[in-house]
């Protein structure tokens, strides 16, 4: 069971001469010890560069809806790239092709511009939504993320927060580098709280442009906004002439072939889309009405957005193999279906310790939580026992199941899971939280009855 880290250990000790941490981005770096280095992925497993294999939940932050390294896109990316290249700087029939999938998917969405990125797509639809409003203020939801740009990096810090105040947890810069006056223009709600969502529209709502939300948090263990809430955010935002965004980098094309806006049936004045619509290939999008998106135009008066990058063909030729296949196939069918199994051997497991645990979120992106309740919002998250999580999950890695070892971030299923041994991970998962357990008897007196 304890794999030698040979490999990844002359590997990091070289990177640490030539990157900051040793990694490429800074999330990648999980200790001397734990830094995983990858050699080869295929369906759902990743194997890292010591040979040991690994069945994969984290699948790269939730890019990968189908599977690694799925033929029925690479081959269309590898087509498309030696028969035709993969930028020129100017437009292809890709683009309109691409948005037409979109818009099958997402029937509300009428326009749309690309970008390489979830942070792109979320700078593009602010920055339309100030252009369109000609206000400045943007209000995100605790627990939220957006995107690793300078007004995104304030942080609600529950961490640090202690929870028998009744104040509002610190909103903390990502680190330094980021100017105060960064945060001139944002406000921060907790998610699911109408008297919050009331006072800062009484407070600020002449400048409020908009509100910029994950429904389902990617980013916060998929806690889920509720549909009153969700549908108050679009009456208020309707009242106020403020817009209302929806950040679906995550859950667009893999909580349902419309993403949450076709689970909530509320809908989005703008879209931001990215991670499942090219299955791993850097794609990024952000739409919505027409009117809007219609802000951009060249000119004093006009959004400007665009991008060397922009609408690259290896890109658009990935988003059109995989929203076809999305559109055209049960594959998210599937996934929601696997991820109940998978839902159902984890739940047997953690009764067999009497560990009460809630699963947040649809079955696609579903966030665990050892606890007697649904977390509502970032600060309920505080009490569960996450603690316990993490070591769960780094036994778990141990043995063979890749996740991130913190339950703010979810479970990602893919197609390719639907073929993995659900007895081995009922067993492995069983043999996991024994050792968790063993470890935690104290912190597990206080989480059960
Ligand atoms: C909801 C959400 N928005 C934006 C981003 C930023 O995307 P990217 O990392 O592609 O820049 C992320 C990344 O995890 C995300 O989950």
Known sequence: ???????????????????????????????????????????ATITDCDGQEFIDFRLAYGPIILGYRDQRVDNQVIQTITEK???????TPLDSEVVALIKDLCPQIEKVRFANSGTEAVLGAVRTARGYTKRNKIVVVEGGFHGLYDEMMWKSDVDNWDSATQEAPEIAA?????????????????????????????????????????????NCGSIAATQDYLQALRDMCDNNQSLLIMDEVKTGFRVAKGGVQELYKVYADLTTFAKAMGNGYPVAAFGGRKAIMDTIFFGKDGVTHGGT?????????????TLTLIRDTDALATVQQTGEKIQQRLSKVFNHFHIEHKFAGPAAMFGVHFGSFVPQNYRDWKQTNSDLYTEFAFNLIKRGIMLEPDSREP????EAHQNIDLDWLENTAMSAMAE??????????????
Request: proline residues 3%; charged residues 15%.
């Open 1 to 43: 069971m304890s794999h030698t880290k040979k490999h990844a250990t002359a590997l990091l000790k070289t990177a640490h001469t030539h990157m900051p941490m040793g990694v490429a981005d800074s999330y990648r770096y999980w200790g001397e010890d734990n830094t995983v280095f990858v050699e080869h992925t295929q369906g």
């Open 85 to 91: 290249g993969t930028i020129s700087g100017f437009s």
């Open 174 to 218: 990502f680190g330094i580098g980021i100017p105060e006056s960064s945060r001139e223009h944002l406000e921060t709600i907790p998610l699911n709280d109408l008297e919050a969502l009331q006072a800062v529209f009484d407070r600020v709502g002449a400048d409020i442009a908009a509100i910029v939300i994950e429904p389902i948090m990617g």
């Open 309 to 321: 990058y922009t609408a690259n063909m290896i890109a658009l030729s990935a988003a059109k193999a």
């Open 411 to 414: 479970w990602f299923i893919c």
């Open 436 to 449: 968790a357990v063993a470890t935690h008897t104290s912190t597990m007196s206080s989480s059960n009855k």
